[in-house]
């Protein structure tokens, strides 16, 4: 048995399937969905992370692509931690009018991608059901998957970004069994709830990281110098 081609899963016949979600939405957008415990510190900081350098390489957060986060445990309706607050705002990111919310079936069912914290957050999103295996993965393992795509097998950026983004989930999916992590630890982002400002920049540092390549492949832009 050999692992599969880089970016496996585009080819003939999937422009079909761009009509409708599994659950029947229209294909005209992509919705990202960041996933930790409490919604105030690791999922707000990826969520506006992404928007930020989506914003950077497009110059809006448009395309059709949706960012958002929600915590397993999520302080609904809480604001962000403020170290977390002090995180974006060293990276130029937008804090502003962020609300946390408890993960629901709703957001797991209209998510095209998910990305969680730790491996425990992305068994409890699958463990919900809502086809969710395919599209859930912790956000350094997706980064690793992402890595080893091949970028000329994804749909350009003319195509709009909502094709190629479902193009390289189906891309990652197709690679997950062959390309794992090298210890248990390495897909894991660690809460930061309750520490000083030094971890939370550490943790930032790291989802910062881990963003880049993701976003980049998702555009198809790479990180303006």
């Given amino acids: 048995m050999t692992a599969p081609e880089a970016g496996r899963g585009i080819g003939i016949g999937a422009s079909a399937a761009e009509t409708t979600t599994t659950f ?98 992305r068994a409890q999103v699958i463990s919900m059901g809502h086809s969710a295996g395919l599209r859930t993965f912790t956000l350094k393992e997706f980064t690793r998957l992402v890595r080893a795509i091949d970028p000329t097998t994804l749909p350009p950026l003319e195509d709009g970004v909502v094709m190629r983004a479902r193009a390289l989930v189906r891309a990652a999916a197709a690679l997950r069994g062959w390309l794992l992590a090298p210890t248990a630890e390495a897909d894991e982002v660690h809460d930061p709830y309750g520490a000083p400002l030094p971890f939370f920049r550490s943790v930032g540092g790291e989802i910062h990281q881990a963003l880049d390549p993701v976003v980049t492949a998702l555009t198809g832009v790479p990180t303006r110098a």
């Fill in 24 to 121: 029947g939405f229209p294909r005209d957008t992509f919705r990202i969905l960041h996933v930790s415990t409490g919604n105030v510190c690791r999922s707000p900081i990826t969520e506006r992370l992404t928007r930020h350098f989506v914003a950077e390489r497009l110059g809006v957060l448009g395309g059709g692509l949706i960012v958002e986060s929600a915590g397993t445990w999520g302080h609904e309706g809480a604001p962000m931690e403020a170290n977390a607050e002090a995180v974006l705002a060293e990276f130029g990111a937008d804090a502003s009018g962020f609300f946390g919310r408890e993960l629901l079936d709703e957001h797991v069912i209209r998510a095209d991608l998910v990305l969680t914290a730790t491996r425990d957050h």
